[in-house]
Each structure stands twice: as C-alpha cells, then as structure tokens.
C-alpha cells in the first residue's frame, strides 16, 4: 500500500558527523531534541549535533503515557512546569507539526480525608502560583466524569478530586519528530545509531566524546540527556548521581467508542488512564520498586494496575487490553529534575525526570538550550542544580509527582 509513497522528502538529512562542533547532545529524545532546537533557533548556535544510540525518539519520548500539567506544589517547580505549559500552548504552531496538544484537563482523585487535604493544598497553592487547579466534589464530578464510579458504597469511595483544567495530553512522536525537523532545519546534526562510550575530559574539562561507530568527535561542550541512562553516563565522566533507574510501565487496550474525555489519576488505588483518539484506554502504573534496564511489562504490574481502574470504572472491567511495555525512568530523591552544570568543566546533565519529564520536554529544551549557550543556569534553572543535594535545599515533588516512587 505504500508504493505509490515512494521518493518522498527526507523528514530529516541523515549527515556524516564531523570532527568537532561547538556543542554535542548526547541522547536524542524529547530533551535533547528541543535543546538543540532552541539552542539553533534563540541562541543562534547552529553547529551542534546531537548523538543517538539508537533511533530518535525510541526512548521514554514514546514510551509514555502523554499527560501535561502544571500543577506542582513549591513555587520553583510551578514556574519550571508551567514555563514548560505555556510552550505546549503554541508549540503545534511554533514547529508547523500537529502536537495534537488537547486541554481536556486532569483530575488527581481523592479517597481519603487526607488525600483531599493535600490536593486542597495544592490547589490553594497553585492559584497563588497564577496555576490553574481547582476541587470539585461529588454531583459535579459525576456529571464531569459520567464513567467513573463516585458511588458511596465503593471500595475506595471518591470523596472529590482536584482538576487542572489546562492540563491534557498530547501526542508523543509528533513532540520528538516535530522537535527533530525543525532543529534539522536550522542545520544541527542529528546522527542516530551512534552510542556515545566514553568522555574524553582534559584537566577537569570535556573535550568531546568517543562514540561506539564514530570515533572520538570534539566539542567545546557536551550536554548529556539521556534520561534512564544518565547514571551510566555521569559514571562514564567519574562522578555519580544521585538518581535511581526504574522500570515504569503502561499498557493500552483494544480500541472501545469514546467515553472518556479527560485524564483520571488516582495516587490512592494507584492507576491512570485516558482514551486516545483511536478510542485505545493509555493506562499507567507506578515505578517498579526493583532498579532495572529491561524496557519490559510485567503480569504483577499489569494485574494490580488493572484492579485500580476497573474500581475507578467498572464499566472497563470486560476490555481487553492490546500491549504493555516498560521505560527506565531516572528517580530523584525529591522526584524533581536536575538541569545543572557538573564536576566536569564544560560538562552539563539535564535528567532526573523520572515519571513525569513528558510535560516538561518543552521547557527543559529551552531552559537547557540557555544553559548550554550561556555557561550559566537560566533563574527558573536555578533551584535544580545539583548542589541542591549538598546545600539540602530540595524541591520535594513527591506529593505532586501523580505516580509512586
Ligand atoms: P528519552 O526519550 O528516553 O531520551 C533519552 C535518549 O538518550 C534515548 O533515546 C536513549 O537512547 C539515548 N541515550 C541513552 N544513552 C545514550 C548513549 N550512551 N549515547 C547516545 N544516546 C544515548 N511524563 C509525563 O510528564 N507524563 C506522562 O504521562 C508520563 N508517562 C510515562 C509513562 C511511562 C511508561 C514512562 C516510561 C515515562 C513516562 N513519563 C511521563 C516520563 C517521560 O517519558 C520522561 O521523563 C521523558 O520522556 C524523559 O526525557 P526524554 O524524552 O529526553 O527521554
Ligand atoms: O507526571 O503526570 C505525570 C505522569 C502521569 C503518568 C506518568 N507521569
């Protein structure tokens, strides 16, 4: 069927890497492929390549369950998030490429009097951050989400939920093609199926990297957003991390009419779902509690997952479920990101995202992209630096994190 489709355009060239260019991104996913568009585009720096071990985007970048928001409690990551939002709100525009971004908003369920508690807080602290989040409860939430069970009579009984109605999803290839045609474009190097091996670093300075097919390719500096991978790297530099790499997995069903049209996250009985718009149910675990490489599902993750929809919707109880897979997804102890200069001179690290970096890959390209241009962190940056785990100034994310460490 795709005879007649021979001889089209090239999305993107696919260049012999050059010797030396004034900055190299290691890892082309989300991340690193909006870096290297903002860096060509509001930095001017155009002689920049970006290294893929494997294909773009067949990391997290397409691994994930899609949800945008920005309702996070303290007020650095409000401002980080919702810089990110506020980039998703013109980005099909920005790159010409249909990000499919839909604002059908995201409610956080709440099953216990604490539970309402703390997304009462966040709501409260949202709205004083300028961040949409509000609470609605009972008849309201019925008649806004009709499939989900609100009755008092269930196991874990809805007792309200908070909703960012801003919030919604987006489709995740058309994020990193998008990112990675226009950042072609403006001439960067994409070189995929070039796994960088090791850093070449002279008196406490990087110089470049040695890649596995490609030899040693120079650079005046490297920024490493390799997401999972981000501790094998930094050990590659002599340093370590303070990140953990877990499995975290989601799964999608047969394809069902519509009838859901927004996102449910529940922290309490611990499962997410939204319908796509091949009507497929995107439902999500929290992280595997073992460290671990294998991009892989599991039955015990999927049963317990399920158990947690089908109490939110029973009327999902019959659906068959399609496929299952699983990303490594690198934790923080405060589950926030880290975007920060390193030990190693000329050496940057954006990574840490752990569950929640999908929302973010907007605002971490253009935060990064200053970062790397400049030397020196842009102020929404700041607070995510690395010294934070010296000077003991977190930015604890736990409770807003929407998916359990
Ligand atoms: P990646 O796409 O993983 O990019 C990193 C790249 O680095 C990879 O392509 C990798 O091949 C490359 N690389 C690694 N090592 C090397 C090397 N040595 N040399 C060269 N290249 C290398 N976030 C949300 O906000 N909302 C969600 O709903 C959500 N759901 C998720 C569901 C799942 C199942 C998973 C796994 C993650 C989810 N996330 C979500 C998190 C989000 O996907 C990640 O935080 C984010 O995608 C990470 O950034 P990235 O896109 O740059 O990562
Ligand atoms: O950060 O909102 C989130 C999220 C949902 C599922 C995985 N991460």
């Known amino acids: 069927s795709l005879s007649f489709h021979e001889n089209w355009q090239k999305v993107w060239r696919n260049p012999t890497p050059q ?20 860096l060509a585009k509001e930095h001017g720096i155009t002689n920049v390549a970006v290294l893929e071990k494997g294909h773009l985007g067949g990391g997290n970048i397409c691994r994930n369950t899609t949800i945008v928001r920005s309702n996070y409690l303290w007020d650095e990551s409000a401002a980080l998030y919702e810089h990110s939002m506020k980039l998703w709100e013109g980005l099909s525009q920005e ?54 069970d609100c009755s008092k009579d269930a196991r874990y009984p809805v007792l309200g939920a908070s909703v960012q109605r ?32 090791d850093m070449e670093i002279s008196d406490g300075k990087i110089t470049g990297v040695k890649t596995r097919n490609h030899g ?17 790297m930094a050990k590659m ?7 953990e790499s877990h499995p975290l997995q989601a799964l999608v069903s047969e394809p069902i009419k519509p009838f859901l049209d927004t996102v449910v996250m529940s922290n309490h009985v611990h499962g997410y779902m939204s319908q796509s718009d091949k009507g497929d149910l995107v439902i999500g675990a929290g992280i595997d509690g073992w460290v671990g490489y294998g991009q ?10 399920i158990q947690a929809i089908v109490e939110l919707f029973p009327c999902t109880s019959r659906v068959r479920m399609n496929r299952q897979w699983g990303g490594i997804v690198d934790t923080c102890p405060d589950a926030s990101p880290i975007l920060s200069a390193t030990p190693v001179r000329n050496l940057f690290f954006n990574c840490g995202w752990g569950t929640g970096g999908f929302k973010g890959t907007p605002g971490s390209g253009n935060l990064f992209a200053h970062q790397l241009a400049h030397g020196t962190p842009h102020p929404i940056a700041e607070p995510f630096a690395l010294s934070r785990f010296y000077t003991g100034a977190l930015v604890d994310e736990h409770g807003a994190a929407g998916v359990a460490h």
């Not at 991104?25 to 870096?35: E, F, R, S, V």
């Not at 040693?216 to 094998?232: H, L, Q």
């Not at 530099?237 to 990140?243: C, D, H, K, Q, R």
Request: glycine share 12%; aromatic share 8%.
């Open 296 to 305: 892989r599902g599991s039955y015990s993750v999927i049963e317990h997952t």
């Open 166 to 197: 801003r919030g919604g999803n987006a489709r995740h290839d058309a994020v990193a093609w998008g990112y990675a045609r226009a950042a072609d474009s403006l001439g960067v190097d994409l070189i995929q199926n070039c796994e960088v091996i």
């Open 95 to 148: 790159l010409n490429y249909n990000q499919m971004f839909s604002q059908r908003g995201v409610y956080h369920t709440c099953h216990t009097l604490q539970d309402l508690r703390t997304n009462e807080r966040l709501a409260n602290a949202n709205r004083l951050q300028g961040v949409d989040n509000e609470m609605v409860y009972g008849d309201q939430l019925q008649r806004e989400i009709p499939a989900l």
């Open 237 to 243: 530099a002599g340093f370590e991390l303070p990140v």
């Open 216 to 232: 040693v390719i120079k650079a005046d500096r490297v920024g490493c957003v390799t997401a999972g991978n981000s501790g094998v």
């Open 19 to 38: 010797k030396r260019y004034d900055v190299i991104i290691i890892g082309g996913g989300g991340h690193g492929l909006a870096t290297a568009y903002y």
